[in-house]
Every structure is written in structure tokens, then in C-alpha cells.
């Protein structure tokens, strides 16, 4: 079966850490570039981190520049995102998708694979 299963999420206090993982299976993730979403409550969904396919550059929203890390590991067929310094408004559903274009980080046009996301909670 090809997907994709994030898992990592879990409560923190305001300034913790997590590391969410997103790995493939039935396909290999270094032929596509990934995505990590972010989706709270009564809000849109939003592109948090990015790394491409192409030449493994990576993109992040401003509102998480400097204490998010997007990284892939091809042994492990697996891409992490390090969450540091999380605020209460980094609470949501995070999801990570793979998409085989070549501009995909520049708008997540023709996204292939969805995982289930997983829920991050931020709060004191």
C-alpha cells in the first residue's frame, strides 16, 4: 500500500520540542519533494517546511523561520521536521504530502501522496 504515516505529534508546553517524522511506504521519498502542513482549528491549511527533490533546498513560513527544521534521511525513506521554541500558535493537525514536480515547494501543485497528519498541542 503506498502512503505516507506521520507520527511525533503529542502535547508540549510553550518553548518544548518535537520531532515529527513522515515516512513512505510502498514508494521512495527521495523521488519527491515534501511538505509539512498545519492545520488549527476554525483556520485554513498551511505550508509550515518544505524540502525539494531537486536540489534538497528547504522553505519554511515565516512564522516558523529559526526554530523549525525540515530534513530527509533516504536510508530511513523518512522526512523529519524539528519543531523548537513551539508557541501555543503552532497548535494544529500536522500533515506531511510528497509531490513529484519540479516547482512543488513553491505551491504544492499536484500533490500525489497524503499522510493521516498528526495532532501537536502547544499549552501551558
Known amino acids: 500500500q503506498l502512503q505516507l504515516v506521520e507520527s511525533g505529534g503529542g502535547s508540549v508546553q510553550p518553548g518544548g520540542s518535537l520531532r515529527l517524522s513522515c515516512a513512505a511506504s510502498?514508494?521512495?521519498?527521495?523521488?519527491?519533494?515534501i511538505v509539512w502542513f498545519r492545520q488549527a482549528p476554525g483556520k485554513e491549511r498551511e505550508g509550515v517546511s518544505c524540502?525539494?527533490?531537486?536540489?534538497?533546498?528547504?522553505h519554511y513560513a515565516d512564522s516558523v523561520k529559526g526554530r523549525f527544521t525540515i530534513s530527509r534521511d533516504n536510508a530511513k525513506n523518512t522526512v523529519y521536521l524539528q519543531m523548537h521554541s513551539l508557541k501555543p500558535e503552532d497548535t494544529g493537525v500536522y500533515y506531511c504530502?510528497?509531490?513529484?514536480?519540479?516547482?512543488?515547494?513553491?505551491?504544492?501543485?499536484?500533490?500525489?501522496?497524503w499522510g493521516q497528519g498528526t495532532q501537536v498541542t502547544v499549552s501551558s
Open positions: 524540502i525539494s527533490r531537486s536540489d534538497g533546498s528547504t
Open positions: 510502498g514508494f521512495t521519498l527521495d523521488y519527491y519533494s
Open positions: 504530502a510528497a509531490g513529484e514536480t519540479y516547482y512543488y515547494c513553491s505551491g504544492y501543485v499536484g500533490t500525489k501522496y
